[in-house]
């Protein structure tokens, strides 16, 4: 299971997903917004259920959103 989130503009905080990250254990992840493909290695605390501080640490791929189409084949390289 690769997560995906969607932005409309060209930044965000991503608090949704890295709270995910770090509950679900997930090391690869995916990020549609405007900016230019790019890949960053996530490694951060977040608070998770009760406030405990858990471990995000996984590979972000960040994709233009005209590239939604072709995320197959380019999870197959990632």
């Known amino acids: 299971m690769i997560p995906v989130e969607v932005k ?10 890295h709270s ?3 509950e679900k254990g997930l090391h690869a992840a995916v990020r549609f917004d405007l900016n230019a493909p790019s890949i960053q290695n996530i490694d951060m605390s977040v608070a998770v259920g009760g406030g405990k ?4 640490k996984y590979r972000l791929l960040n994709l233009p959103l005209y590239l939604a189409d072709w995320l197959p084949e380019l999870l197959k390289r990632y």
């Open 8 to 17: 409309a503009g060209a930044s965000g905080t991503l608090r949704s997903l």
């Open 53 to 56: 501080l858990r471990s995000a």
């Open 20 to 22: 995910f990250m770090a």
